[in-house]
């Protein structure tokens, strides 16, 4: 399994260009996850799915959509980039069973640099 | 106030001594917790999960205290492959969300 994969690494956007954040898993999980990481902080959740079909926004949301047709592909859509969109941007999945201990498998990340 | 909050840090400790990360949360809906481990420019990476018995995972000791809403981490006879930044995390919801405190980083020196 090659588990969570995330395209590209890296990425310099203009201002106002849009871009799509790529993110696949091959685990059969139901659920995944957007998160982006400023330099020294934690991560933050910006959108999640439940299902193919299903997506919620999470803490910072704005600027950003979704979509999720299939259960592998969980793409991040960035419509007008802006400066404040610098960040690593990390990608999620768990499969949504019972067990209290299961946790989250990251993708490596994209680096989003926009001037 | 963060949902989550670690140690500011930095901690810089040398080879072999024993370090302890803390952690409060504010959520009580919290419903399990964890500690991830963050190498530099890579993604976080999970060291373990806490549970309020207690655990340990040969060098590494995690604690719960669901009352005060404190976790805690302990690190023995810490080694040079220890330096990382390490992540106190709390999941909640039916969606098992993720909320992530800012880290605290840890460099183990020769």
């Known amino acids: 399994n090659a588990g969570v994969t995330q395209t590209p690494k890296f990425r310099i956007l203009k201002i106002g260009q849009s871009m799509t954040l790529q993110c696949a898993q091959d685990m059969n999980h139901n659920y995944m996850y957007w998160y982006r990481q400023d330099p020294g902080m934690g991560l933050k959740l910006i959108y999640y799915?439940?299902?193919?079909?299903?997506?919620d926004k999470g803490e910072v949301p704005n600027g950003y959509n979704v979509s999720r047709s299939t259960t592998e592909d969980f793409p991040l859509r960035l419509e007008l980039a802006a400066p404040s969109q610098t960040s690593v941007y990390f990608c999620a999945s768990i499969n949504g069973g019972q067990d209290p201990g299961e946790t989250q498998y990251f993708g490596p990340g994209t680096r989003l640099l926009v001037l | 106030r963060k949902e989550v909050e670690q140690d500011p840090g930095p901690f810089n400790v040398p080879e072999g001594a024993t370090v302890a990360f803390n952690c409060t949360y504010s959520n009580s809906a919290s419903q399990s917790f964890f500690w991830y481990r963050q190498d530099c420019r890579k993604e976080p990476k999970l060291l373990m999960s806490?549970?309020?018995s207690g655990n340990e995972d040969g060098r590494f000791t995690a604690q719960l205290n669901r009352a005060s809403q404190y976790i805690s981490l302990l690190i023995r006879d810490s080694k040079l492959s220890d330096s990382a930044t390490y992540l106190c995390?709390?999941?909640?919801?039916?969606?098992?969300?993720?909320?992530f405190g800012s880290g605290t980083q840890l460099t183990v020196l020769p």
């Open positions: 799915s439940v299902g193919a079909g299903i997506t």
């Open positions: 995390v709390v999941r909640k919801g039916s969606a098992r969300q993720l909320t």
């Open positions: 806490v549970y309020s």
